[in-house]
Nanobody
Framework: QVRLMESGGGSVQAGGSLRLSCTAS????????MGWFRQAPGRERELVAT??????NYGAAVKSRFTVSKVSGTDNIFLQMNSLKSDDTGVYYC????????????????WGQGTQVTVSM
C-alpha cells in the first residue's frame, strides 16, 4: 500500500504564497495520475491540479496562480500556490491513482490526510 503525506500548509495573508509537498511512502509500479484536491468548510471537495506524464490540468479557480510539478523518478509532487486569496482557504489533499504492483489489474486510489491552508484578508 501507499501512504501519501502532505506538508507545507499554514496561514498566509492574501497575496502571499505557499508551497505544498506530497511524499509517497513507496513508488507505485504505474501511476496514472497524481494531483491535489481541496475542501473548504461546507463545500464539496474540488479539483485543484493534476499531473499525468508531465501534462498538467488545473481547476478554473486556480489556473495561472498555482503550479503542480512532479519529481522525476519518484511519486512526490509539489503545489506552488501564488497570489493566494481567501477563497483558497481549505484542507488540501494529495491524490494518486494507479497500479501499486505489476500484477495488479485494477487501479487503486490513494489520498493523503490533508494539510490546512488558511488565507486571511
Amino acid at each position: 500500500q501507499v501512504r501519501l503525506m502532505e506538508s507545507g500548509g499554514g496561514s498566509v495573508q492574501a497575496g502571499g504564497s505557499l508551497r505544498l509537498s506530497c511524499t509517497a511512502s513507496a513508488n507505485m509500479w504505474r501511476v496514472t495520475v497524481m494531483g491535489w484536491f481541496r475542501q473548504a468548510p461546507g463545500r464539496e471537495r474540488e479539483l485543484v491540479a493534476t499531473i499525468t506524464d508531465g501534462i498538467t490540468n488545473y481547476g478554473a479557480a486556480v489556473k495561472s496562480r498555482f503550479t503542480v510539478s512532479k519529481v522525476s523518478g519518484t511519486d512526490n509532487i509539489f503545489l506552488q500556490m501564488n497570489s493566494l486569496k481567501s477563497d483558497d482557504t481549505g484542507v488540501y489533499y494529495c491524490y494518486s491513482r494507479g497500479l501499486f504492483r505489476s500484477w495488479e489489474t485494477s487501479e487503486r486510489e490513494y489520498w493523503g490526510q490533508g494539510t490546512q491552508v488558511t488565507v486571511s484578508m
